[in-house]
């Protein structure tokens, strides 16, 4: 069977957009608008899953939410044309989830690193949400029948588990999918798109870490809506060596930070880390940085400007939201019948 190619992706509202986030993520996201139909979520279901001290409580998630949804709009994603919406909104992504905490194996979320990350050393004390969390996120894609969903690094071993539950569905139920018209497979096996030089921005304090809305210092990751001051004093105290820049991209091997900048100044500029060392090659890091800085606030700048704009207009953003969740519902409502049905629970 060959599903309609179909793009979805999520955002977590959980404060601190950062660079990572955008490179990542939402940059893809706008690039693939243009020859796609594409879903994007504010993943507020998902938010909810670490201590209300770390989501921020109700105030803290709404402006979150509303901030994730400016930040699309901000970067160029066309609402209009695409739909952008918030998970809570759409209730089949919560009933999907539960049939698939059934389809998918305890042993399989043991694995989830993330999982293991996140809960640290008290996972005794982990909530139930944060464990079940990737079978959540199998449920936002696959409601949608979504085939393809750009995504950065750290979310690749969650996609894999998405293909997974997807293929056990069609299996477990592969009589009567086939029973009701559907065919051999009732749920694609969702592709992540994972390319280019910034699947994975490290922290500019640390080379080993990601560049993560968690971490303490604020000078480890450049947010979205820092403005050219704060840019420009993150860059020039990112964490570097001595050394000059390499030619070649095999020099950065053994150098996390300069490789970590070298990718971000190759993604913001759309080329590759060939490209930038073909300029840069032999340079000493306080050109460099000065370039980057420049680079970074030309392509930063005006999107923090329009967030911070467009967060202050909740009417606009809400009716985005609204009208994006009900766009939504009328795919997932189709899908979640069918899954009903295939399942056989009894109903209209
Ligand atoms: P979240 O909210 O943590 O991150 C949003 C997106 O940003 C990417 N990202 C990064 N990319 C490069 N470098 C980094 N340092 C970096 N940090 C974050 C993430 O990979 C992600 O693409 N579970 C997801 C949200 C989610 C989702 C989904 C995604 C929920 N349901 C369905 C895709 C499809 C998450 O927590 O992303």
């Not at 105290?237 to 100044?265: F, H, M």
């Not at 913001?268 to 490209?275: E, Q």
């Amino acid at each position: 069977m060959s599903f309609k190619e179909l793009v979805f992706s999520g955002v977590q509202p959980t404060g601190n957009l950062h660079l990572g986030n955008y490179l990542g993520a939402i940059k893809r996201f706008v690039e693939l608008q243009n020859n796609h139909d594409c879903i994007y979520c504010v993943v507020d279901m998902h938010a909810i899953t670490v201590p209300i001290a770390v989501w921020g409580g109700p105030e803290g998630l709404t402006r979150a939410t509303r901030e994730v949804t400016a930040a699309f709009i901000a970067s160029g994603i066309d609402p209009k044309k695409h739909i952008v919406f918030n998970q809570s909104q759409v209730h089949e992504h919560a009933e999907l989830a539960w049939v698939f905490n059934c389809v998918a194996r305890i042993g399989w979320l043991n694995r989830m690193t993330q999982f293991k990350e996140k809960a640290g050393k008290d996972r005794e004390n982990a909530s139930v949400g944060l464990y079940a969390y990737p079978n959540l996120m199998a449920a936002d894609i696959l409601v949608y029948r979504a085939t393809h969903v750009p995504v950065g690094e750290d979310q690749k071993q969650h996609l894999e588990l998405a293909r997974d539950i997807a293929q056990k569905f069609n299996n477990d139920f592969s009589e009567s999918i086939a029973a009701r018209g559907f065919g051999d497979m009732f749920f694609p096996l969702p592709e992540p798109i994972i390319q280019g030089p910034a699947t994975r921005i490290m922290s500019l304090r640390d080379g080993s870490k990601k560049m993560s809305k968690s971490e303490p210092s604020d000078y480890s990751r450049i947010n979205l809506t820092d403005d050219a001051d704060a840019i420009a004093q993150k860059i020039r105290k990112a964490k570097t060596d001595p050394e000059p820049l390499p030619s070649e991209e095999k020099g950065l091997e053994p150098r996390p930070e300069a490789d970590n900048l070298v990718g971000i100044y190759a993604a913001l500029s759309d080329t590759t880390k060939a490209d930038v060392l073909r300029e840069f090659g032999g340079a000493q890091f306080s050109n460099f940085k000065s370039a980057l800085v420049d680079l970074a606030v030309a392509a930063l700048g005006p999107i923090g400007g329009e967030m911070k704009r467009l967060v202050q207009d909740h009417a606009y953003i809400d009716a985005v939201l609204a009208d994006g969740s009900q766009r939504a519902s009328a795919i997932a409502g189709k899908t979640m019948k069918a899954v009903k049905e295939i399942v056989g629970f009894v109903g209209r």
